[in-house]
């Protein structure tokens, strides 16, 4: 099968980004900066601003009336005893004209004023007995509970008046401050008296009482912050000595990861290998040695027992090249891929190579990702689709360099890919893995019966965004 037609199977299949470029990794974003952790903090400082000054608004609000409300109730009290009780007649309960204007002249001059705006004299029936608004006397209302309560207990009850009853339909403003206390006439008859006190006091008051208490607080709160801002410059220079810490461990862990992985391979390249091969030609020896004294089963056997060993040889060097494979950092890049190619070849997979003339200049960061990226979705294919044909090209658009790997085999369902924490196949993981470490782009274009098509960008402005190689995951 040709490479256009092991393309072909895909290229109606549109691609799939899965990782954007300049991705951070799960662990990487979820690492705490110093400037993220400064621009949380002022912002929590900003919302307990706003918090303080809506609790002292309410707070202030709330103090301030119940301040206005006692006074006014014992204002009208002062009231009700120097000079209501003694100007009450019996005369005034039994609505005389005369009795009603001496009693209104008596308010006009030592009850209205400033400080009060209305003043009514009910009967315990709800008859106006006398207001300072002509209109109102001897009209009967209802009574509400504040009023009964007033004449039933004997005490005075004060309140913020709700301007929208009937009796209050003279009144102009929005609040006042309304208060009841019974007085008694001169012959034993229970009267209520009510008087209207303007609101704008309590207006006043709350002021007061909401720049006292959000001074106060806004003062302990800077404090506070003052107080604790070394502590949080400690703690975020604590932070970054702790991420430089944190790069150097990975990169001592990714330079150890390397050797170790150098170790295993020399020791089995000069330990079990070579020790095998010799096993192989001692078994050639035997094979030999038994068919010139005439034994050919036991010839036939030890062959056998020889091929056996050779094919176990060329498995352990097939572990070998995906281990560590030498010609990365010997040769380069595209003898490498050549080696990656010729072992998937030999496990029922057709590869053909499609490499630029020259990868010289690549960064050996960068070759080891696109060397990690191939292995991997080669070793994909030659488990789940060989036998098949596989591309593996490299090419450069201006001056990012892409990675295709495409197959022609049963292909797969990308939206396993996004499945958190463990969709998808490991292998298909780690590749995802690999590029968001790189802050590569990945791709893929795949669908049931259409193969596979993985696409690497490795953009020229590419930065990494957690301090560690691309070969940190291995």
């Not at 706003?50 to 707070?59: D, E, G, R, S």
């Not at 150097?248 to 390249?269: C, K, N, P």
Request: a negative charge.
């Amino acid at each position: 099968m040709t490479a256009g037609r092991t393309e072909s199977g895909v290229d109606e299949i549109p691609w799939i980004t899965l990782v954007d470029a300049g991705d951070r990794d799960a662990e990487a974003s979820r690492s705490p900066r110093a400037r993220s952790i400064v621009i949380r903090l002022a912002a929590g400082f900003v919302v307990v601003l706003v918090v303080v000054a809506l609790f002292a608004t309410v707070a202030a609000q709330w103090l301030a009336e119940r301040e206005a409300v006692n006074d006014a109730a014992n204002v009208t009290d002062v009231l009700a005893e120097a000079v209501v009780q003694p100007a009450l007649t019996s005369a005034l309960v039994d609505a005389d004209t005369d009795a009603i204007a001496a009693f209104d002249e008596v308010a006009r001059d030592q009850l209205l004023g400033a400080g009060v705006v209305r003043v009514k004299i009910w009967s315990a029936d709800g008859l106006v007995l006398y207001a300072d608004e002509p209109q109102l006397i001897g009209r009967t209302f209802d009574l509400d509970d504040a009023q009964e309560e007033a004449l039933t207990t004997a005490t005075t009850r004060a309140a913020v008046s709700d301007l929208s009853e009937e009796e209050n339909e003279f009144e102009s403003g929005s609040r006042l401050l309304e208060v009841y206390r019974p007085v008694w006439a001169p012959d034993g008859r229970e009267l209520l008296f009510e008087v209207y006190l303007p609101y704008e006091p309590v207006a006043a008051r709350s002021a007061d009482l909401w720049r006292g208490f959000a001074g106060v607080t806004t003062s302990s709160l800077l404090l506070l912050v003052v107080a604790t801002a070394p502590i949080v410059w400690g703690l975020l220079g604590r932070l970054r000595r702790e991420e430089r810490r944190r790069a150097d461990l990975l990169q001592h862990a990714v330079d150890a990861s390397d050797a170790e992985r150098r170790r295993i391979a020399g020791t089995l390249h000069d330990g079990p290998v070579q020790e095998l091969v010799a096993t192989s030609l001692a078994a050639e020896s035997a094979a030999d040695a038994a068919a010139r004294t005439g034994d050919g089963g036991s010839a036939e056997h030890m062959r056998t027992v020889a091929a056996s060993v050779r094919g176990n040889v060329r498995a352990l060097r097939s572990l070998l090249m995906d281990i560590y494979p030498p010609s990365l950092s010997a040769a380069g890049l595209g003898h490498a891929l050549h080696d990656l190619a010729a072992t998937a070849r030999a496990r029922g997979v057709t590869v053909e190579l499609d490499l630029p003339a020259s990868l010289d200049d690549l960064a050996a960061s960068d070759e080891q990702l696109l060397y990690r990226v191939a292995q991997e979705a080669l070793r994909n294919t030659v488990t789940h689709a060989a036998p098949c044909t596989s591309l593996i090209r490299v090419r450069r658009e201006d001056a990012d360099i892409v990675l295709e790997i495409a197959d022609d085999g049963p292909g797969f369902d990308p939206s396993i890919l996004r499945e958190a924490p463990t969709g998808g196949h490991l292998g298909t993981r780690v590749i995802v893995d690999l590029a968001a470490h790189a802050g590569a782009e990945l791709s893929v274009a795949s669908a049931p019966g259409f193969g596979t098509r993985w696409r690497l960008r490795l953009a020229a402005d590419r930065r990494r965004t957690d301090g560690v190689p691309t070969s940190d995951v291995r």
